[in-house]
């Protein structure tokens, strides 16, 4: 089975050669991988202590990224070595400052998970919720690396629980231990022969709750906000701005609203721009404007969206008219402020629980939202008594960090919080 898989795999890789020449993005996924062991190479010596990180996306980063910190405390003299899978993780946080070197994972060929693992020499390593190589696990499972996977999350649909997924129930035994986010992934786990488990929630909590205590201070939004509700769209798609652009046409009260795509491609700027004539300011031309003037604001740049966040009275968060479906629902919760997506969120259980308890209103199209958006303008008691259910969701579910850590000490893969391994 590892003959075929690694044959696919091959397969894949002259394939992606060949896509590269046509779409930026596998362009960078194919460059982006050129030079990687030549980095990891020169970067760890014979004498360095290393401790390796793996997220698939930019999701995943955030969502590991207490982890990190926490881990890096702990380990202050060891090297931490971050790999991403997909350009959209790596190119944004290429230059994050936990990691001593940031890299895209090469392809899981069993030549390279050999070379990989060989030059980097990992003490330990963590897989973040999602992406199981065959041959990367294999090759830990041989070097006896411990290996744990945090915040997982399973469903019986997936290939380790049908008849046919052996091989891949085979890649699972290379974890030491699993930390999932609920009892059912447990179960399903349990149900194959993993006993290794434990629930300890989903880190993203504990990452939106530290995102309370920084400063979200943004003086253009303050700016353009002035006394005004605010509406925030975050990491949206085409498919949810074609029921958006309708709403806030039709909106003719003092609301004003933010628009952040999920990407800033020149084709959906201007699409969202030239649909708001005389109204629509952009980020990157807001020098030397008076932003008070516009209703809608577009933000065609990264990295500043949780911040504006602070800032909303009413979030719309993006994803949720496609698949695989919404996106992160737990920043702006974590603000204590409803929040509306699309129907497509039920593969997500922060933003399935959220609906439950009536902190998140999901709508299926342009009439919907529209009700949707005018009720929680409406009525100030009714908004708070959504946000409330946000705010107490996200404050509720965090110390996941915490339980992760409790085991790894009790195992003895660390030091306390108060002690240093040298």
């Not at 129930?169 to 030491?176: H, M, Q, S, V, Y």
């Not at 989903?202 to 509700?229: C, P």
């Not at 579910?397 to 002690?419: C, F, Y």
Request: charged share 20%; net charge positive.
């Amino acid at each position: 089975m590892y003959f075929l898989y690694n044959l696919i795999t091959v397969a894949a890789a002259a394939a992606l050669q060949i896509l590269a020449l046509f779409s930026p993005k596998m362009k960078l996924f194919v460059n982006g991988r050129k030079d990687v062991f030549r980095r990891l190479e020169d970067a760890i010596g014979k004498n360095d202590q290393v401790i390796w990180f793996h997220a698939a996306s930019l999701g995943e980063y955030e969502q590991g990224l207490p982890v990190m910190e926490e881990i890096r405390a702990r380990f202050p003299h060891h090297k931490l070595i971050l790999t991403f899978f997909s350009p959209s993780g790596y190119e944004v946080r290429k230059n994050n400052k936990v990691a001593h070197l940031t890299l895209y994972l090469p392809l899981d060929t069993a030549a390279h998970a050999r070379r990989f693992i060989k030059a980097l020499r990992p003490q330990m390593a963590f897989f973040i919720k999602y992406e199981y190589w065959p041959n990367y696990l294999r090759e830990l499972e041989l070097r006896r690396v411990p290996t744990f996977l945090i915040s997982g999350i399973f469903r019986g649909d997936q290939a380790f629980f049908k008849w046919y997924g052996g091989f891949y129930r085979r890649a699972l035994g290379a974890f030491t231990h699993f930390f999932v986010q609920n009892d059912s992934s447990r179960g399903l786990l349990e149900r194959i022969g993993n006993k290794n488990v434990t629930v300890s929630g989903d880190t993203r909590f504990d990452r939106v709750a530290d995102i309370l205590a920084r400063d979200n201070n943004l003086e253009f939004i303050d700016d353009f906000k002035g006394a005004s509700l605010l509406v925030v769209a975050g990491s949206t798609w085409p498919k949810d701005e074609e029921i958006l652009v309708p709403v806030i046409r039709e909106d003719l009260s003092d609301t004003r609203y933010v628009i952040a795509p999920h990407n800033i491609k020149p084709d959906q700027i201007r699409f969202l721009k030239d649909a708001f004539p005389d109204e629509v300011i952009l980020y990157s031309e807001m020098q030397g404007k008076l932003l008070s003037n516009f209703r809608i604001f577009i933000i065609d740049t990264i990295g500043i969206l949780t911040k504006i966040y602070s800032y909303a009275d009413i979030a719309y968060v993006g994803g949720g008219f496609g698949n695989p479906g919404v996106h992160n629902v737990l920043e702006p919760a974590a603000f204590g402020i409803p929040v509306v997506v699309g129907p497509n969120y039920s593969h997500f259980a922060e933003a399935s629980a959220l609906v439950r308890l009536g902190g998140c209103i999901p709508v299926n199209n342009a009439g919907s939202l529209a009700k949707a958006l005018g009720e929680l303008a409406a009525d100030s008691r009714y908004r708070a008594e959504k946000g409330s259910i946000c705010g107490t969701f996200v404050a509720m579910n965090t110390k996941a960090v915490d339980a992760i850590m409790k085991h790894l000490e009790q195992r003895g893969d660390i030091p306390h919080s108060n002690t240093n391994l040298i």
